[in-house]
Each structure stands twice: as structure tokens, then as C-alpha cells.
């Protein structure tokens, strides 16, 4: 993945966005500057390590709204059912290295939140390096 595709992903992008009538040519000259900058981020991240990637600021984003949208479409009540069994032998609290599921992870220590849409191994929180989390789970 080079800069060979992205330069014909910013031609495609710009004739779309040329096709939009109500956009004025500084509109389409900053959102022209828009794609081709976060395709460049996005290659220059892929680009240095495909192991280190899944790390990178724009990874987590797109992953995070992917996942999220997925989510929205899933039958939370099925996948409750799921966690149910998790939760009882985790007696709710889980720690770093854990595998937990759909739902909310609140920080013991401090409080932080972070919302799951997939299945994940639980890292240290973001807001004090804590390692114990509850699991709450979205509202159905």
C-alpha cells in the first residue's frame, strides 16, 4: 500500500467530492486537504509496522466507530447472555490481561471509563495505570 493507491484514493475522493454541487471550490479544496492528509497519516502508520498499527490513533478511531456502529445493530440482550457467564466467574472484577466482552469498564482506582464493542484483553487504565476494572453492561 503505497503512495501510488493513495493518490488514486484522493482523485476518486476529489471527484466525488467535485460531483457535490453545494460545496464551494475553498470547501472542496479543504476537504481535498482533509483526505489527503489523514490517507497520508493512515499509510505513514501502516507503513512503519503492521504489528504497531493497530496502535496508531487513527486504527483505534476507525475500529472504535466500526465496532460501535456494529454494535448498534446487534441485539444486546443475546450478547448480555454471553457475558453473563464471564461476569459470574470474574465476580464482575476484572483485571489486565483479562478477556471481557460488550459493556462498560470502570476503572476501580480512579473512576475511568472505557466502552467496549468487542471482545478485548483488558490493558492498564488509561487514567492511573490501574489494573482492576467492573463491567457493567449497556443498556439493552
Same mark, same amino acid.
Given at each position: 500500500?503505497?503512495?501510488? +493507491?493513495?493518490? *488514486? +484514493?484522493?482523485? /476518486?475522493?476529489?471527484? @466525488? ?9 475553498? !470547501?472542496?479544496? !479543504?476537504?481535498?486537504? @482533509? =483526505?489527503?492528509? $489523514? ?13 504497531? +498499527? ?9 475500529? /472504535? =466507530? ?20 464471564? $461476569?459470574?466467574?470474574?465476580? #464482575?472484577?476484572?483485571?489486565? #490481561? $483479562?478477556?471481557?466482552?460488550? #459493556?462498560?469498564?470502570?476503572?476501580? *482506582?480512579?473512576?475511568?471509563?472505557? !466502552? ?10 488509561? #487514567?492511573? $495505570? ?7 453492561? +449497556?443498556?439493552?
Amino acid at each position: 500500500m503505497g503512495n501510488d +493507491f493513495t493518490q *488514486r +484514493f484522493v482523485l /476518486k475522493a476529489e471527484a @466525488y467530492l467535485g460531483a457535490a454541487s453545494d460545496l464551494t471550490k475553498k !470547501e472542496l479544496t !479543504e476537504a481535498s486537504a @482533509y =483526505i489527503r492528509h $489523514d490517507i497520508g497519516e493512515f499509510n505513514k502508520d501502516y507503513q512503519t509496522s503492521v504489528s504497531s +498499527f493497530k496502535l496508531s490513533a487513527w486504527y483505534q478511531a476507525w475500529d /472504535k =466507530i466500526t465496532w460501535g456502529a456494529l454494535a448498534s445493530i446487534t441485539d444486546k440482550t443475546q450478547v448480555e447472555w454471553t457475558e453473563v457467564g464471564d $461476569d459470574l466467574q470474574h465476580q #464482575g472484577r476484572y483485571r489486565t #490481561g $483479562d478477556e471481557v466482552g460488550f #459493556g462498560l469498564l470502570t476503572c476501580v *482506582r480512579c473512576g475511568y471509563q472505557k !466502552e467496549l464493542f468487542h471482545p478485548a484483553i483488558v490493558l492498564s487504565c488509561a #487514567g492511573c $495505570d490501574g489494573d482492576e476494572f467492573m463491567r457493567e453492561s +449497556f443498556d439493552p
